[in-house]
């Protein structure tokens, strides 16, 4: 069945970009959305943004000016930009499937990764 | 921005029914997932399209979605239930409510 890993640097400092991949295996990207989600500890889910497998893409609006989410369906992959981090953006990150509706609207988050921790922290 | 409303705690006896609400401007024009969230593990999708149950999921877990307010409902209760519950919906982009805790006692 499908799985998605999360990888990437677990700490990364203050004003520098935090950068995380997150690898298909067992199934195609084509067809789907793919996102990113974090979770503060001990706090809520927050969506980061998605792309489709053909690379349109959408963002929370506090976040798009600092975030990039890029495909490489060659690799099975998609990756995640956040620029210019602060305490703030310490979490857990989580990349999921999107699956979509017949119209092509996104429709729901029905795979999971197991979550990456980062810290930003000098 | 758009908001989704839960109450941060819920509580219920074994064998009973939960029922989680999240509210939300016009949220019955909109579809609703919910995801349960178990410590430390990775949320899971329960519901979708308001009240459809992805593959897998007990036939307790069910969905409704009018008005202003969406609402899980847990029938029978049991213990593994006891998790945090988030819903969901896209308004320009995805929004997540503030998740409750359900706590089975």
């Known amino acids: 069945q499908v799985q998605l890993q999360e990888s990437g640097p677990g700490l990364v400092k203050p004003s520098e970009t935090l950068s995380l991949t997150c690898t298909v295996s067992g199934g195609s990207m084509t067809n789907f959305y793919w996102s990113w989600i974090r979770q503060p500890p001990g706090k809520g889910l927050q969506y980061i943004g998605q792309i489709y497998y053909s690379g349109s893409t959408n963002y929370y609006p506090s976040l798009k000016s600092r975030v990039t989410i890029s495909v490489d369906t060659s690799k099975n992959q998609f990756s995640l930009q956040l620029r210019s981090v602060t305490a703030a953006d310490t979490a857990v990150f989580y990349c999921a499937r999107v699956t979509s509706r017949d119209s092509g609207l996104a429709d729901a988050f029905d795979i999971w990764g197991q979550g990456t921790m980062v810290t930003v922290s000098s | 921005s758009y908001e989704l409303t839960q109450p941060p705690s819920v509580s219920v006896s074994p064998g009973q029914t939960a029922s989680i609400i999240c509210s939300g401007d016009?949220?019955?024009?909109?579809?609703v997932c919910w995801y349960q969230q178990k410590p430390g593990q990775s949320p899971v999708l329960v519901i979708y399209?308001?009240?459809k149950r992805p593959s897998g999921i007990p036939e307790r877990f069910s969905g409704s979605n009018s008005g202003n307010t969406a609402t899980l409902t847990i029938s029978g209760t049991q213990a593994m239930d006891e998790a945090d519950y988030y819903c969901?919906?896209?308004?320009?982009?995805?929004?997540f409510g503030g998740g409750t805790k359900l706590t089975v006692l």
């Open positions: 399209q308001d009240s």
């Open positions: 016009n949220l019955g024009n909109k579809y």
């Open positions: 969901q919906a896209w308004d320009s982009s995805w929004v």
